[in-house]
């Protein structure tokens, strides 16, 4: 039988960060990932186990000035049920009501979505479609690092093993737009086989401007698709434009073939979501 790691509790952040001190421990939020990682089946089994949930330091959604920040331990039950997320982050309510079941929704975490640096977590996208800006502490303070340079290969990110993602701002721009794209095997339980996210603000009528396109389950981290982007900005939306920006993004995609998808699948239905988000927008 397995030795269950002995998880410690604390209430302060500060006692969180001396209780991250140490090799091979590990935070948990909501669990949903974590506790399917902790077999010993998929690597070595952490020496002990940081319980997060207790730190209301980490949760709340609030608006400070011209941010919408969410601490790490919002779930996406919370951001379901946000008025606030709802009115200036949609995409986000989206993004949060395909992930899991109930179950999952209830536990699992914006932070820990983050954290899991999985290539398909769906909120990711839109993450980067936003310029979301990420927390960072730990005993030497807090730094602020941007959503674009956070994941930096599979499965990898930029918090050292001792640092914890504390909340997630968002700058709130007025006219920004966005839409979110999920697709599965499935509506509901189903891990992606492409997830997108497009951000765009309208400068002139049918003008496009500050447009991000933010991917998942098309590489080894989620991504941002900068040649579609360079496509779409400050164009006029027209049908020709969505043409060449679906070529463009087909073509800057590398996805791999894996249990759920092949890379070429992925590559079109990547190309034909992000189409069908700009006809839609142009309304044609
Ligand atoms: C049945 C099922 C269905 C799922 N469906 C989806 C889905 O549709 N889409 C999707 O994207 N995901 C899905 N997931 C994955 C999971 O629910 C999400 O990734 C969730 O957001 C993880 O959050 P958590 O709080 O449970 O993280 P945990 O499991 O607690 O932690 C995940 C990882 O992040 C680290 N961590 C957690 N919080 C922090 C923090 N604040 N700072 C630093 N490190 C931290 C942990 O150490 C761990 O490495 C599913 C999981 C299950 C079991």
Same mark, same amino acid.
């Given at each position: 039988?397995?030795?269950?790691? *002995? ?7 500060? $006692? ?5 001190? =140490?090799?091979?421990?590990?935070? /948990?939020?909501? +669990? ?16 002990? /186990? ?31 049920? $946000?008025?606030?997320?709802?009115? #200036? ?18 536990? +699992?975490?914006?932070?820990?979505? @983050? ?22 502490? $730990?005993?030497? =303070?807090?730094? #602020?690092? *941007? ?13 050292? *093993?001792?640092? %914890?993602? %504390? ?16 697709? =599965? ?14 951000? !765009? ?13 933010? %991917? ?5 981290? *989620? ?32 996805? @791999? ?6 890379? +070429? ?11 069908? @988000? ?5 309304? !044609?």
């Amino acid at each position: 039988m397995p030795v269950e790691p *002995p998880v410690v509790s604390p209430r302060d952040l500060a $006692s969180a960060y001396a209780a991250l001190a =140490g090799d091979a421990i590990r935070p /948990i939020a909501g +669990g949903t990932d974590l506790m399917v990682a902790l077999t010993g089946e998929l690597g070595p089994e952490p020496a002990g /186990i940081v319980d997060l949930w207790g730190l209301d330091a980490l949760r709340g959604i609030s608006i400070d000035g011209d941010e919408l920040v969410l601490g790490a331990l919002t779930t996406y039950t919370e951001i379901r049920r $946000s008025a606030v997320c709802r009115e #200036h982050l949609p995409a986000l309510v989206e993004a949060a009501a395909t992930i899991g079941a109930a179950q999952i929704q209830n536990r +699992g975490t914006l932070g820990g979505n @983050i954290a899991n640096a999985s290539p398909a977590g769906d909120t990711l996208p839109v993450l980067l479609a936003a310029d979301a800006v990420f927390d960072l502490g $730990s005993v030497r =303070g807090e730094r #602020h690092v *941007p959503a674009t340079d956070f994941w930096t290969g599979y499965r990898q990110t930029a918090l050292a *093993p001792d640092e %914890l993602v %504390l909340r997630v701002r968002f700058q709130l721009r007025s006219g920004r737009e966005m839409r979110f794209r999920k697709v =599965g095997t499935r509506r509901a339980q189903s891990i992606s086989k492409v997830v997108m996210a497009v951000a !765009w603000r309208t400068a002139a009528p049918g003008v496009w401007r500050d447009v991000r396109i933010g %991917l998942g389950s098309v590489a080894a981290t *989620p991504i941002r698709a900068p040649r579609a982007e360079a496509v779409l900005e400050g164009s006029p939306v027209t049908p020709e434009v969505a043409d060449r920006a679906a070529e463009a993004l087909a073509e800057e995609l590398s996805p @791999i073939d894996d249990v759920r998808s092949t890379a +070429g699948y992925r590559r079109v239905v990547a190309a034909r979501v992000l189409h069908r @988000i700009v006809r839609e927008a142009g309304g !044609w």
